[in-house]
């Protein structure tokens, strides 16, 4: 089991940045590969970068891609979205997951997930 919770999200103009934390159980987290998604209202969960448990390879949305960095530090047992150049699209509740299989984009293959941290970007 993996309790997962995400921090650090708030308002924030178009073009400014801000960094999320997910905080996790200390045992088991550096054995999982670590995603992080985003849901706007009346839209589906999005798949936004992933990264696995060694913290050696990323994947990321494209709509993210090169704005966005995802990082881990297994030894506080925290992941990291640094979000640059924010944009109002960004605007979402920003979820952390966990998957015992590797770096994926695919929700049903995350067993873990948190509870969601708000990121509003204002034009």
């Known amino acids: 089991q993996l309790q997962l919770v995400e921090s650090g999200g708030g308002l924030v103009q178009a073009g400014g940045s801000l960094r999320l934390s997910c905080a996790a159980s200390?045992?088991?987290?550096?054995?999982?590969?670590m995603g992080w998604f985003r849901q706007a209202p009346g839209k589906e969960r999005e798949f936004v970068g992933g990264?696995?448990?060694?913290?050696?390879?990323?994947v990321y949305a494209d709509s993210v891609k090169g704005r966005f960095t995802i990082s881990r530090d297994n030894a506080k047992s925290t992941v990291y979205l640094q979000m640059n150049s924010l944009k109002p699209e960004d605007t979402a509740v920003y979820y952390c997951?966990?998957?015992?299989?590797?770096?994926?984009?695919?929700?049903?293959?995350?067993?873990?997930w948190g509870q969601g941290t708000q990121v509003t970007v204002s034009s």
């Open positions: 997951a966990a998957a015992a299989r590797g770096v994926t984009k695919q929700r049903l293959d995350y067993d873990y």
């Open positions: 200390a045992r088991t987290f550096s054995s999982y590969a």
């Open positions: 990264i696995n448990w060694a913290g050696t390879n990323t």
